[in-house]
Protein backbone atom coordinates (compact mmCIF):
# COMPACT_ATOMS: atom_id res chain seq x y z
CA UNK A 1 0.00 0.00 0.00
CA UNK A 2 2.77 2.51 1.59
CA UNK A 3 4.54 1.72 -1.99
CA UNK A 4 1.43 2.88 -4.15
CA UNK A 5 -0.01 5.44 -2.15
CA UNK A 6 2.78 6.58 -0.56
CA UNK A 7 3.67 6.67 3.54
CA UNK A 8 0.78 10.03 4.02
CA UNK A 9 -2.10 8.52 2.17
CA UNK A 10 -1.44 4.81 3.69
CA UNK A 11 -1.04 6.01 7.28
CA UNK A 12 -4.21 7.95 6.46
CA UNK A 13 -6.59 4.74 5.01
CA UNK A 14 -5.73 2.79 7.92
CA UNK A 15 -6.53 5.28 10.57
CA UNK A 16 -9.52 5.65 8.65
CA UNK A 17 -10.08 1.80 8.20
CA UNK A 18 -8.98 1.52 12.09
CA UNK A 19 -11.59 4.00 13.22
CA UNK A 20 -14.43 2.61 11.38
CA UNK A 21 -13.51 -0.95 12.84
CA UNK A 22 -13.85 0.07 16.64
CA UNK A 23 -17.38 1.42 15.70
CA UNK A 24 -18.48 -1.80 13.50
CA UNK A 25 -17.92 -3.66 16.23
CA UNK A 26 -20.26 -1.82 19.11
CA UNK A 27 -22.82 -1.29 15.91
CA UNK A 28 -22.67 -3.56 13.40
CA UNK A 29 -25.59 -2.64 11.82
CA UNK A 30 -24.29 0.45 10.46
CA UNK A 31 -23.78 -0.04 7.08
CA UNK A 32 -26.27 0.19 4.35
CA UNK A 33 -27.61 -3.00 3.11
CA UNK A 34 -26.21 -4.15 -0.57
CA UNK A 35 -27.53 -7.22 -1.40
CA UNK A 36 -29.19 -10.16 0.60
CA UNK A 37 -26.84 -10.22 3.75
CA UNK A 38 -24.12 -7.90 2.35
CA UNK A 39 -23.55 -4.27 3.40
CA UNK A 40 -21.54 -1.64 2.60
CA UNK A 41 -19.86 1.47 4.04
CA UNK A 42 -18.36 4.50 2.10
CA UNK A 43 -14.48 4.57 3.87
CA UNK A 44 -13.29 7.37 1.56
CA UNK A 45 -14.58 9.30 -1.41
CA UNK A 46 -13.29 5.85 -3.68
CA UNK A 47 -13.28 2.97 -0.81
CA UNK A 48 -16.23 1.03 0.33
CA UNK A 49 -16.22 -1.31 2.85
CA UNK A 50 -18.21 -4.20 2.03
CA UNK A 51 -19.39 -6.38 5.41
CA UNK A 52 -21.41 -9.42 6.21
CA UNK A 53 -22.35 -10.09 10.02
CA UNK A 54 -22.47 -14.07 10.64
CA UNK A 55 -24.01 -14.57 14.36
CA UNK A 56 -21.32 -12.67 16.50
CA UNK A 57 -18.94 -12.35 14.17
CA UNK A 58 -18.49 -9.35 11.18
CA UNK A 59 -16.24 -10.36 8.13
CA UNK A 60 -15.11 -7.88 5.89
CA UNK A 61 -15.64 -8.95 1.93
CA UNK A 62 -13.95 -6.56 0.42
CA UNK A 63 -12.74 -2.90 0.38
CA UNK A 64 -14.23 -1.76 -3.49
CA UNK A 65 -12.79 1.15 -5.39
CA UNK A 66 -16.22 2.99 -6.27
CA UNK A 67 -14.57 3.99 -9.61
CA UNK A 68 -14.78 0.85 -10.97
CA UNK A 69 -17.76 -1.04 -13.05
CA UNK A 70 -20.78 -1.20 -9.99
CA UNK A 71 -21.19 -4.80 -11.45
CA UNK A 72 -17.97 -6.12 -10.14
CA UNK A 73 -18.90 -5.13 -6.34
CA UNK A 74 -20.32 -8.91 -5.85
CA UNK A 75 -17.72 -10.76 -7.42
Given at each position: MKKNWGDNSAKEFIQKADEFFKILKVQPLIGQVE?????????????????????????????????????????
Open positions: IDDIRGFQLSPQTRILYRIRGSKIIILSFFDVRKNPKKKFR
